[in-house]
């Protein structure tokens, strides 16, 4: 089960800004970096951002992450349609020993 | 390249037993522990814990300790994951991963997944 909250869906046109939003806890977003991850259909993850606001080579630069307290956000800057896809956030959990994932977004474009 | 190739879909009675395989090849097999991350169908990425490459060490998450081995064939560069007392929440994608060219907790490398389903 999923221990970071997100909302189940986004949706927005194409060169418009959206935000995703990722709660967590003190064990898990409120003391390590977060990670998140793009899935489309029937395909594995791929990251999109690691340690809370760094882009892998080949990302786009229109994604950004940031972390304040015990919640993140994925912000996508001129949304594109090849950005519709899954997004999930991820944190390591000091409690749990383990890292934890988010419930999983749905980025739609219209 | 840095590849993990998976076993195909599997379909087991509640109750069976699935032991899905992940064979690595590109880097030197014992370097990077292997993770296994399950998704349900429709649902989110839940961790079901990671074997060091290395010394064979497994970590599993709280939930399926009792029901989960995960292990390693250095001879072969193929880890496992055998999940028992099959049930019907356990119909899943299977994936294994690593964390190799990025720094910290974050998972670059995918299997392509294996498909477990759990049906009578």
């Known amino acids: 089960q999923s221990v970071l909250t997100q909302p189940p869906s986004v949706s927005g046109t194409p060169g418009q800004r959206v935000t995703i939003s990722c709660s967590g806890s003190?064990?898990?977003?409120?003391?390590?970096?977060v990670n998140w991850y793009q899935q489309l259909p029937g395909t594995a993850p791929k990251v999109l951002i690691y340690?809370?606001?760094q882009r892998p080579s080949g990302v786009p630069d229109r994604f950004s992450g940031s972390k304040s307290g015990t919640s993140a956000s994925l912000a996508i800057s001129g949304l594109q349609s090849e950005d519709a896809a899954d997004y999930f956030c991820?944190?390591?959990?000091?409690?749990?020993?383990?890292?934890?994932f988010g419930t999983g977004t749905k980025v739609t474009v219209l | 390249q840095v590849q993990l190739v998976q076993s195909g879909a599997e379909v087991k009675k509640p109750g069976a037993s699935v032991k899905v395989s992940c064979k690595a090849s590109?880097?030197?097999?014992?370097?990077?522990?292997i993770t296994w991350v399950r998704q349900a169908p429709g649902q989110g990425l839940e961790w079901m814990g990671w074997i060091s490459a290395n010394s064979g060490t497994p970590n599993y998450a709280k939930k399926f300790q009792g029901r989960v081995t995960m292990t390693t064939d250095t001879s072969t560069s193929t880890a496992y994951m055998e999940l028992r007392s099959l049930r019907s929440d356990d119909t899943a994608v299977y994936y294994c991963a690593i964390s190799w060219g990025l720094p910290g907790d974050v998972f670059d490398i995918w299997g392509q997944g294996t498909m477990v389903t759990v049906s009578s």
């Open positions: 340690t809370t606001n």
């Open positions: 991820s944190a390591w959990d000091d409690r749990l020993t383990g890292p934890v």
């Open positions: 590109g880097y030197i097999f014992t370097t990077y522990g």
């Open positions: 003190s064990s898990n977003i409120g003391s390590n970096a």
